[in-house]
T-cell receptor, first 117, second 113 residues
Framework: ETGVTQTPRHLVMGMTNKKSLKCEQH?????MYWYKQSAKKPLELMFV???????ENNSVPSRFSPECPNSSHLFLHLHTLQPEDSALYLC????????????????FGPGTRLTVL | DQQVKQNSPSLSVQEGRISILNCDYT??????FLWYKKYPAEGPTFLIS?????DKNEDGRFTVFLNKSAKHLSLHIVPSQPGDSAVYFC????????????FGKGTHLIIQP
């Protein structure tokens, strides 16, 4: 397995369910990200982890809970979601270099298409 | 308010011709700009980037131009090929490091045979 993988690829859940999205990167990177893409909207950054520490949380509702147990794995735990949370959830990874040394090219997984009923 | 704007939702270009995709930004703190390409059912794939200290970066058929005074960048693809048909996203970041990217909504490029 190479690159960034995400499971499941598709998920349908009710508003009272608890589910988790999984992301795994095989690139030796030390930073991982969750993005959300809703219909007709740009990709929106949700969470950033660098060296397994959360460094950014873009005011995401608490019903989304990330977990980064090690540099290769990232989870997004979902609880009591709303129908408007239906979207494509994309995971990305990058090698976190020094600020100002160049853009950290982010490599994306294929995404999980989430539908909340 | 959107900080990265791609005002053309779609663009149709004949095979062999030049494709020009445009992107405007409002945040003067953006230091790096990237273009990603996305096929259906796949995640975005990195294409090319440019630092704010440059005004042009070229990689094969792909060239990105940056006009800082106008807060505008463009991606040129020449010659356009059928496999270039995809959605192209412009993205920007501040200062490098593990910063999240700010994306535009994307432009769907269609290469006509």
């Amino acid at each position: 397995e190479t690159g960034v993988t995400q499971t499941p690829r598709h998920l349908v859940m009710g508003m009272t369910n608890k589910k988790s999205l999984k992301c795994e990167q095989h690139l030796g990177h030390n930073a991982m990200y969750w993005y959300k893409q809703s219909a007709k909207k740009p990709l929106e950054l949700m969470f950033v982890y660098s060296l397994e520490e959360r460094v950014e949380n873009n005011s995401v509702p608490s019903r989304f809970s990330p977990e980064c147990p090690n540099s290769s794995h990232l989870f997004l735990h979902l609880h009591t979601l709303q129908p408007e949370d239906s979207a494509l959830y994309l995971c990305a990874s990058s090698q976190d270099r020094l600020a100002g040394s160049g853009p950290d090219t982010q490599y994306f997984g294929p995404g999980t298409r989430l539908t909340v009923l | 308010d959107q900080q990265v704007k791609q005002n053309s939702p779609s663009l149709s270009v004949q095979e062999g011709r030049i494709s020009i995709l445009n992107c405007d930004y409002t945040n003067s703190m953006f230091d790096y700009f990237l273009w990603y390409k996305k096929y259906p059912a796949e995640g975005p794939t990195f294409l090319i980037s440019i630092s704010s200290i440059k005004d042009k970066n070229e990689d094969g058929r792909f060239t990105v131009f940056l006009n800082k005074s106008a807060k505008h960048l463009s991606l040129h693809i020449v010659p356009s090929q059928p496999g270039d048909s995809a959605v192209y996203f412009c993205a920007a970041s501040e200062g490098g490091g593990a910063d999240g990217l700010t994306f535009g909504k994307g432009t769907h490029l269609i290469i006509q045979p």
